[in-house]
T-cell receptor, first 114, second 116 residues
Framework: KNQVEQSPQSLIILEGKNCTLQ??????????LRWYKQDTGRGPVSLTI???SENTKSNGRYTATLDADTKQSSLHITASQLSDSASYIC?????????????WGLGTSLAVNP | NAGVTQTPKFRVLKTGQSMTLLCAQD?????MYWYRQDPGMGLRLIHY???????AKGEVPDGYNVSRLKKQNFLLGLESAAPSQTSVYFC???????????????FGPGTRLLVL
């Protein structure tokens, strides 16, 4: 069964600290994985996309990694800021013929406290 | 550019009432989507459209209808609202996907719907 599981479900850290969020998927065949950030009361915003051949990609203080062998991706946030408080969602596409379905994770809720 | 906008932001309905949610985008995107987001569940696709005048069913289409008469607008209708349709509804839009890379979807701010 195609699934995307994220951990932890929620996380609280102090401002300035680093954290790592996990996304495990069982989607096959795999082509790419995208991370979204969703602020409370807002729609998701894309942070980065990881394709099959990529291992690491940075976007400012956000660094995503991908291990296609173990079917895991992580999102590392460096020197966290209060504005990083949000839900972080990973999503992986599955394909059946020409039909594509996006499998959305439940997200990790991150709270950055002063 | 406003990006993706949704109206209304919040609505309370009684069971059996009808309503239409409006989504508008000014990015000239071909694709548009309607999702619902519920606690403990990932985003679920209701309906989508790959171009003006075309619509298709997503994962959870029952109880909803859509129309895409203009490229920039995507309407979601509830003909007879039920408490199970209490949710946050998000509209999104994107360019057509190229190759094997999933396209970036741009989301609106959401509509919070409460059905009593």
């Amino acid at each position: 069964k195609n699934q995307v599981e994220q951990s932890p479900q929620s996380l609280i850290i102090l401002e300035g600290k680093n954290c790592t969020l996990q996304c495990n998927y069982t989607v096959s065949p795999f082509s790419n994985l995208r991370w979204y950030k969703q602020d409370t009361g807002r729609g998701p915003v894309s942070l980065t996309i990881m394709t099959f051949s990529e291992n690491t990609k940075s976007n400012g203080r956000y660094t995503a990694t991908l291990d296609a062998d173990t079917k895991q991706s992580s999102l590392h946030i460096t020197a966290s800021q209060l504005s990083d408080s949000a839900s972080y969602i990973c999503v992986v596409p599955t394909y059946a013929g020409n039909n594509r379905k996006l499998i959305w994770g439940l997200g990790t809720s991150l709270a950055v406290n002063p | 550019n406003a990006g993706v906008t949704q109206t209304p932001k919040f609505r309370v309905l009684k069971t059996g009432q009808s309503m239409t949610l409006l989504c508008a985008q000014d990015m000239n995107h071909e694709y548009m989507y309607w999702y619902r987001q519920d606690p403990g569940m990932g985003l679920r696709l209701i309906h989508y459209s790959v171009g003006e005048g075309t619509t298709a069913k997503g994962e959870v289409p029952d109880g909803y209808n859509v129309s895409r008469l203009k490229k920039q607008n995507f309407l979601l209708g509830l003909e007879s609202a039920a408490p199970s349709q209490t949710s946050v509804y998000f509209c999104a839009s994107s360019y057509p996907r190229s190759g094997g890379v999933t396209e970036t979807q741009y989301f609106g701010p959401g509509t919070r719907l409460l059905v009593l």
